[in-house]
């Protein structure tokens, strides 16, 4: 059974919250998805382009070991994936060894309101199939795709927990591609994000490119408007990390 509940504005920072909660076990996905050795303390800036102007997003990871479990939360080690930018603000929490988000928070803001919106997941069942990617936030995706096993898969189906499975997304590689940016050459992977059959020619596609190289840095994002915000483009301004 699924339920959700609904926290009231409040009114200093006119911010809502909206916690879902799903109940039952957990099963994992046909395609699993695991840590690309990420380095401690990744910091990378990116510039996001849109019709309504670019921004700088700030990006870090980091490592998080739990002393003790707390409410809803085991003590196994997590990672916080943290995004700041002047239309957008998002706190990821992912498994260590699977990536998987079990929790965000997401503040849209705008000349006259900030909207904040909480998820976090309980436990799920979802059945998934052969080629499946199981997605349980969509929070994140684009941090949790550098897990994906390129080397074995070259497609896959998304399957979003709270989703419909009327429509089907998905994944596939799309080539190789060598993008220079900031007098730096990066060998990617060209990945398409796509309704799947028929229905793909008629709605944009996305695309994500990633470092063929561990840890599968995203260099540059051309998100289409069918992704839950704005289209925009964002590419890799610099990267760093503490080894």
Not at 12 to 30: D, G, K, S
Not at 143 to 168: C, E, I, T
Request: charged share 25%.
């Amino acid at each position: 059974m699924n339920y959700f509940r609904y926290k009231s504005p409040v009114p200093a920072t006119r911010a809502a919250a909206i916690i879902l909660f799903f109940t039952a076990a957990v099963l994992p996905a046909q395609i699993s998805i695991s840590n690309p050795a990420f380095p401690p303390g990744e910091s990378i800036t990116y510039i996001r382009t849109s019709d309504h102007g670019n921004e700088m997003v700030e990006v870090e990871m980091r490592l998080i070991t739990p002393d003790k479990p707390q409410a809803q939360q085991s003590a196994r080690p997590y990672y916080e994936y943290r995004m700041e930018s002047e239309s957008k603000d998002m706190l990821v929490k992912l498994d260590a060894d699977t990536l998987e988000i079990f929790y965000s928070e997401v503040w849209i803001k705008n000349t006259y309101s900030t909207i904040h919106r909480i998820n976090e997941i309980v436990e799920q069942n979802k059945p998934t199939g052969p080629g499946d990617l199981l997605i349980c936030d969509g929070n994140g995706l684009e941090v949790r795709l550098r897990g994906f096993p390129w080397d074995r898969h070259n497609r896959a189906q998304l399957a979003f927990l709270n989703g419909s499975d009327k429509f089907k997304i998905e994944l596939k590689i799309d080539g190789r591609e060598t993008l220079q940016l900031n007098n730096t050459a990066y060998e990617c992977r060209k990945v398409q994000l796509s309704l799947d059959g028929f229905l793909g020619s008629f709605f944009p596609k996305s695309y994500f490119w990633y470092t063929v190289d561990k840890p599968h840095i995203l260099v540059r994002a051309e998100v289409a408007e069918m992704m839950g915000e704005d289209a925009h483009v964002l590419e890799l301004v610099s990267y760093s990390a503490s080894h």
